[in-house]
């Protein structure tokens, strides 16, 4: 693919600076600062890359105003650039936009061997992709893709322009909203994990919730959204959860909250709007996180979060055999807090010991 | 979905009390004991809830002998209640009664789209979704449901009354005991990750056993189960995984056992009875967990635990900089460790000092 | 399945020794030495286990040089043996032999339900299974394999001897070599995780690379790896990845690099070559990984490994009241180090105290 300078600012509704008839200038492709050669555009978000913007071969840089200069002032004034606040933003849109140019959009229209119930109700631009199944009563709403292998189960609903990647799967009752992407691989849908323990083993709990999406929600590849119990699992508009991630039943996620790789989130389970969580953290179930925390990655999250902010919960991984002799002393820290106390008693007995509070307040 | 109450006490088989004309009242749905309204039926299970019972609106719910004339004090004594001993077996009960009356019964048939060898031996009752593909000597016995593009490899069995969600993959020569639901997304029979290492790369061990699954065993979304190197890999009657787990090649895991989400089982683990395992726990291989044994989550279990017991693993979070502060202690324990024996010496030598056995016992 | 020991060495290429007639001997299985009997071929690799050789009822054992004659001496004399250099690569081969004698080969050919583009490039000697779906463009090379439900996405290229389980998924774009073996339900080249935080929310960045897969590399049931974002996610030659495993966009894996179940490597990592990783652990993003680095299970890599070696982070587990009661320790080590500098200090005022460095070097 190629595009003109002009072209794409013309696109993002940007302005674009540089010597004149750079507006000509062919692009080729976006990419890093650091490779970019004269056919391509990058950008600069990130402060700790600008030191690579002097020396970039890019036929143009998205930049931030404070960087106008800079940016124009390469290759011997021969530079280009985009100037706007947000540059990474900007840059988010660029890939849309090319996106949209060098793939192919879904054709509208079932495929042959999909299978479809006929009481299925399906806007007329749908794109239902070979081999997806969609069950009785389930709904496609304008625009929507359903993927190779895609499975929509009876009375589930997909929102206006929903893409499902191929062998997406999406459980009966499930309802997503407008412009969601699930990626390939993803269950929306399956039963929560629930039983009655008996002394002759466990016996089910069948799930009789569903699974309730909000608008603009991206879901990763092998996701698991379990549904609820009794009443729903409730994932809030523009969530966007990785790959690999486990939410179990009745877990609620709030608006605009970002959930990284494999990160698991026990039952019941609310956690707030704009909150972050880092790859592979757990959530145990019946607890809430408030809006705005961000949870780091490998943290374990074993009680409430109430209060806004960034936590963590991980060690550094050390060569083998000192973390495992510090590791070790882990399994004695009681003790050793006992035996720091006691010399504490021993050195305040002794003629001329300080007085007065010592530490010792941090009671189990 | 509509019910009377006298239906449903009729159906689980229990008492119904509470005012004249109580099997009269029309239940539409089950609910969580707070937001139960006059329709609804709903239970009390664990003690923490209590409070919520006086007031809450159900039609009817069920309790344990003690709370008997407390459920039906309410609402002046109009309240009505389900007395039995085990409030949450009885609700388990309730649902899946509840489910078979409001889910279509899967229609016994095989879908016209199905690819199914022509030596496979499928009860006359069984059926197969659209897009499911039934490999040559495959066994499915009475009952059987396999769901949209579901696999069964050459010569597996599936034992009766299984149900295989849309997508669910069962490979060759494994072997299903009866009343087992997988769930969508699940691999049963993959190729353990076995390799002889040699001076050019890895050389792969084939994996020539399989997987063997007992009766009434559940397994979640997403979730693996290795084919053995040599032997099988078994999972006993009553085991319950829960989404995204992973259990390697020639595991054994116990009847009656429950592992939560996102766990992982390594090669040759052998895991008791009656053993639950919490989530995003780890388990090494080559080792034994003994019967009755409760893993909590995040734990790390990197050798043989013979005792019954609870145990744990995980460190909560704190605020990012508190945490990391505290990390970066552990790092240096050791030290630590060693200056306290310091301190504890110096004192020891000094007049009047404490004598006798210190704590120092611990050593690494 | 029956073959003489005399076929498998000479399949083999390797040296069989014992009495005379030993190359009649029937092998009807390989086994562990444990549990083998007199049809059972076994192999010892493992110094742990070698108490068991001298009693194995093996037909024939496969050793190292240094216990040919401990094998050979079994049951009076008339024990076989095959003695290798390298058994556990000996026993690799012959699982491999085996496997080819047991299992069908694939059968060439296109199942009547597969969707084949017409313009997708499919080698003679391709095997496509039922209702896989290959698109546009996409290159299958020869002898590759698709099983059932198999997703090769436009203008994407599957290397010579390449086999995708059934379900296995390769989005547009991506490119595997050679010889490579992707597992059921694994997704290589989703969209990787980026996004442009805004106030009104996340803005989608399109990922426009691919991946790029070398030869000899195996990947795991439900294993995603990410397409990136603006170049290829790189795995190298011979890398092998267990089952559930997360490579986010932009991640490279040098060649022969092995990576266990549930890991999760986060955006532009970089490994290095023969590195191993084990179960569970994560990898932050953009940090690099040197050659030859073992990082143990369960351990959070948060900051680049350089130096070649063993490196480990879990903490093991406890009887939850010592866990617990020790990790509340954990969250006062910065205050325990300052009482224990404050004692130091104090025993160093005293007449008599030992003078010199101390071991307060532990700067956080």
């Known amino acids: 693919m190629r595009a003109t300078l002009g072209e794409i600012a013309a696109a993002l509704g940007v302005e674009l ?10 692009i080729e492709g976006i990419g890093p600062l650091e490779s970019a050669d ?39 004034g ?29 054709v509208a229209g079932i495929h042959a061997s999909a299978v479809v119930a006929s009481d299925a109700v399906l806007a007329a631009d749908v794109s239902v992709g070979p081999h997806a199944v969609i069950e009785a009563g389930a709904v496609l709403e304008a625009g929507v893709v359903v993927g190779a292998h895609g499975f929509v189960g009876r009375n589930a609903r997909i929102g206006a322009g929903s893409q499902l990647a191929p062998r997406a799967t999406v459980h009966f009752d499930c309802v997503l909203g407008a ?14 994990f629930g039983f009655a323990p008996t002394k002759s083993g466990y016996v089910k709990i069948e799930q009789l919730g569903a699974v309730r999406i909000g ?4 879901i990763g590849a092998n996701t698991c959204i379990d549904r609820g119990a009794l009443e729903d699992t409730l994932i809030g508009n523009g969530v966007k959860l990785d790959n690999l991630v486990q939410v179990a039943h009745n877990v609620q996620i709030g608006e605009h909250s970002a959930v990284a790789g494999g990160v698991g989130i026990a039952g019941s389970a609310k956690i707030g709007a704009r909150c972050t969580i880092g790859g592979k953290a757990g959530v145990a179930g019946h607890l809430t996180i408030g809006d705005d925390v961000h949870i780091g990655a490998h943290a374990t999250v074993m009680s409430s979060v109430t209060e806004p902010g960034v936590y963590s919960g ?6 083998a055999k000192n973390f495992q002799r510090n590791a070790a002393v882990v399994r004695q820290l009681q003790k050793m807090r006992e035996r720091v ?11 001329g010991a300080p007085t007065g509070p010592n530490n010792d307040n941090e009671a189990a």
Not at 40 to 57: C, D, E, G, M, V
Not at 88 to 106: G, M, S
Not at 215 to 218: A, H, K, L, Q, S
């Open 78 to 106: 021969r530079g280009a650039a985009i100037v706007v606040d947000d540059p990474y933003l900007c840059f988010a849109r660029l890939t849309q936009w090319w996106a949209r140019r060098v793939r192919p959009a879904p």
């Open 179 to 192: 412009r969601c992407i699930v990626h390939s691989g993803a269950v929306i849908g399956a039963d929560g």
């Open 341 to 351: 106390r006691t010399l504490e008693k021993q050195l305040e007995r002794q003629p």
């Open 215 to 218: 608008d603009d929600v991206e």
């Open 38 to 76: 004269g056919a391509t555009i990058a950008f600069l978000s990130n402060p700790r890359y600008r030191a690579q913007l002097a020396s970039s071969a890019a036929a143009c840089v998205i930049v931030a105003p404070a960087l106008r200069e800079e940016a124009l002032a390469r290759a011997g």
């Open 17 to 26: 600076l540089g010597p004149s008839n750079v507006a000509e200038r062919p």
């Open 314 to 319: 991980y060690f550094p991984l050390d060569e």
